[in-house]
T-cell receptor, first 110, second 114 residues
Framework: KQEVTQIPAALSVPEGENLVLNCSFT??????LQWFRQDPGKGLTSLLL?????REQTSGRLNASLDKSSGRSTLYIAASQPGDSATYLC?????????FGRGTSLIVHP | EPEVTQTPSHQVTQMGQEVILRCVPI?????FYWYRQILGQKVEFLVS????????KSEIFDDQFSVERPDGSNFTLKIRSTKLEDSAMYFC????????????FGEGSRLTVL
């Protein structure tokens, strides 16, 4: 059974900082890993999808990396802004169903 | 941009009543999922659906729950005899055929059982 862990559980930073959110998984036999953003009481918005054959993906200020052999992914947020405040979730998919971590709750204060 | 739509956005029901949550997946997607998120907790898998049948289900998805694709576009989750602990946000998701497809989620249906 796949287990997904996200560290830290919560993060509070001043605006402008560069951030690293971590996601680790126990079974490296995956097809892809997807990072989501969730605002309070809202749905999940896809941020980045990394296929198992890829090392990283970038979208704007976001960069996600994947080290499948060590079971790790990181989401890098450059020059954080108050609008980045949300919960960030990673989901890992292999031959089993997509499995989520508990998320990292991020607050960026002005 | 195509999206997954869910209705209702919020439903309040009395304990013991039946609830149907509806989802319209993205039109060319073939895999459908229901997840739930109890307030403050992680997103939990309930069931996956492919080719008009359940492909996987979790231990949460017991006889109280059922899914259906009644008309080729809608995908429904029925919860019979609701309990207080069924109060949660229920998310529908879909993805296209293939192992590399991106998963798209709806905005969720918040269920409150009184």
């Amino acid at each position: 059974k796949q287990e997904v862990t996200q560290i830290p559980a919560a993060l509070s930073v001043p605006e402008g900082e560069n951030l690293v959110l971590n996601c680790s998984f126990t079974d490296s036999a995956i097809y892809n890993l997807q990072w989501f953003r969730q605002d309070p009481g809202k749905g999940l918005t896809s941020l980045l999808l990394i296929q198992s054959s890829q090392r990283e993906q970038t979208s704007g200020r976001l960069n996600a990396s994947l080290d499948k052999s060590s079971g790790r992914s990181t989401l890098y947020i450059a020059a954080s802004q108050p609008g980045d405040s949300a919960t960030y979730l990673c989901a890992v998919r292999g031959s089993y169903i997509p499995t989520f971590g508990r998320g990292t709750s991020l607050i960026v204060h002005p | 941009e195509p999206e997954v739509t869910q209705t209702p956005s919020h439903q309040v029901t009395q304990m013991g009543q039946e609830v149907i949550l509806r989802c319209v997946p993205i039109s060319n997607h073939l895999y459908f999922y229901w997840y739930r998120q109890i307030l403050g907790q992680k997103v939990e898998f309930l069931v996956s659906f492919y080719n008009n049948e359940i492909s996987e289900k979790s231990e949460i998805f017991d006889d109280q729950f059922s899914v259906e694709r009644p008309d080729g576009s809608n995908f429904t989750l029925k919860i019979r005899s609701t309990k207080l602990e069924d109060s949660a946000m229920y998310f529908c998701a879909s993805r296209p055929l293939g192992n590399t497809g991106e998963l798209f989620f709806g905005e969720g249906s918040r269920l409150t059982v009184l």
